[in-house]
């Protein structure tokens, strides 16, 4: 009999095992394929109307060290908030148009009115480290779609409610929308100006 109790205690030790790696399996860090397709990739709007984002390689998903690339699609009309992050980011735009606002001027109490670019298809840009920005599909006929990469993650970001909020008021949203159900923080990383 001594072999059937061995075998069934090895059956449900292995059931237990498995049903808690599938519970966990979202947020744990497995074996990835070298080559992904990104049609396949799971895509969200993380609570944000319009916004479709696909962490396509990531630092809290995929255990990117360095650098973590987003594919977005903004519908016409939705944007991000008006933030900056003491990291680089460089976009380029795969679809649609639309306009970055820019304030490069950290050394102010505000980011203050913010420079207007005109942001098309095939066009590229990058933030400066700290700049507060904006990108606003402002098409309102087609959608935006920006391939996103950024520096240092997993993102932390500070968000103002306009232009003219002083710098120290900014809210540190972090983990950021994203990174949220997988990264849990106790305590708010020291990221200043
Ligand atoms: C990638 O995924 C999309 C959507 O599922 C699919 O239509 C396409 O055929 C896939 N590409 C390859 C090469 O498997
Ligand atoms: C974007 O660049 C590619 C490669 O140079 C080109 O084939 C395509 O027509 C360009 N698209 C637009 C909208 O300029």
């Not at 061995?6 to 030790?13: C, D, N, Q, V």
């Not at 394929?33 to 990531?58: F, I, M």
């Not at 606002?101 to 933030?127: D, M, R, V």
């Amino acid at each position: 009999m001594a072999w059937q109790w061995r075998l069934f205690g090895f059956l449900s030790l292995s059931l237990l095992v498995f049903s808690a790696t599938t519970n966990a399996s979202q947020c744990s860090i497995k074996w990835l394929p070298v080559v992904r397709n990104v049609s396949e990739l799971p895509q969200d709007d993380y609570g944000r109307r319009g916004l479709s984002h696909v962490t396509v390689a990531g630092s809290v998903l995929h255990g990117m060290k360095e650098v973590e690339v987003w594919l977005q699609t903004f519908s016409p009309g939705s944007r991000t908030p008006i933030h900056r992050h003491s990291c680089e980011e460089v976009f380029i735009v795969l679809k649609g148009s639309g306009t970055l606002y820019l304030a490069s001027s950290s050394h102010e109490k505000s980011p203050g009115k913010p420079q207007e670019y005109a942001i098309f298809s095939n066009s590229t840009f990058h933030i400066p480290v700290n700049d507060a920005h904006q990108v606003w599909n402002t098409n309102e006929h087609e959608d935006l779609q920006v391939l996103v990469i950024i520096s240092r993650p997993p993102v932390k970001v500070f968000i103002y409610d306009d232009w003219f909020m002083p710098h120290i008021a900014a809210r540190l949203k972090f983990p950021y929308y994203w990174d949220e159900q997988c990264l849990q923080v106790q305590a708010s990383p020291k990221d200043e100006l």
